[in-house]
């Protein structure tokens, strides 16, 4: 998605500004001053939040045609870290353009509430799969979100120990699940590749 292919982005973009980052760089760090919100043209960022004691959680890794950041807007700070993973090229929506452009257009109100509502929806999901104890419900599950009826086939853009961290696994733990759904005939992997069995739960 860019900025011109949604209501609620369009509605700001006479404001918008570009950036680039390089891979590492830090878009915007947790307790920062709420500058505007965000759609990522090229590469991935990552936001991360941490614990009072260092501890990290991956919240979500933006990729190309994303937004990210939307819930910043009612915030007078960020609640986490974006940093670049590859060298990125990112759209810069002014938070007091895009206000004003919602009370300017009821339109592109609504447009920012139902993207909101999907994030809602889509937080549900990730706090479901961590109620699962078992590392191999789990990793299931998470294939089969990612999966579509038409492509049983995920390739993954990213290390296995970053989406072993999305879903709350060490990437130890998240590398023995994965080599025993592969023995069980569950998944079939090649590199960063895997294929889910049709008729298999794990």
Not at 17 to 22: A, G, V
Not at 56 to 69: K, N, P, S, Y
């Amino acid at each position: 998605m860019t900025p011109g292919e949604d209501a609620w982005c369009a509605a700001a973009c006479g404001a918008a500004r570009q950036r680039r980052l390089k891979a590492g760089q830090t878009l915007f760090r947790q307790g920062s001053p709420v500058f505007g919100v965000f759609a990522l043209a090229e590469g991935r960022i990552r936001l991360v939040r941490y614990a009072p004691g260092g501890a990290a959680c991956i919240l979500h890794v933006a990729r190309r045609g994303e937004t990210f950041a939307e819930a910043a807007l009612f915030s007078p700070t960020y609640r986490c870290d974006a940093v670049a993973e590859t060298a990125c090229r990112v759209t810069v929506l002014p938070k007091r353009a895009l206000l004003a452009a919602f009370a300017a257009d009821p339109a592109a109100a609504m447009a920012f509430m139902a993207r909101l509502a999907g994030q809602v929806q889509d937080l549900r999901a990730q706090l479901e799969l961590r109620n699962l104890r078992s590392a191999a419900e789990r990793v299931m599950q998470y294939l089969a979100l990612l999966s579509q009826p038409e492509r049983e086939t995920i390739v993954f853009d990213r290390p296995f120990k970053d989406v072993a961290a999305e879903i709350g696994l060490t990437h130890e733990s998240f590398y023995r699940t994965l080599a025993a759904l592969a023995a069980k005939g569950a998944i079939v992997r090649r590199g960063r590749e895997i294929r889910l069995l049709p008729g298999r739960d794990g």
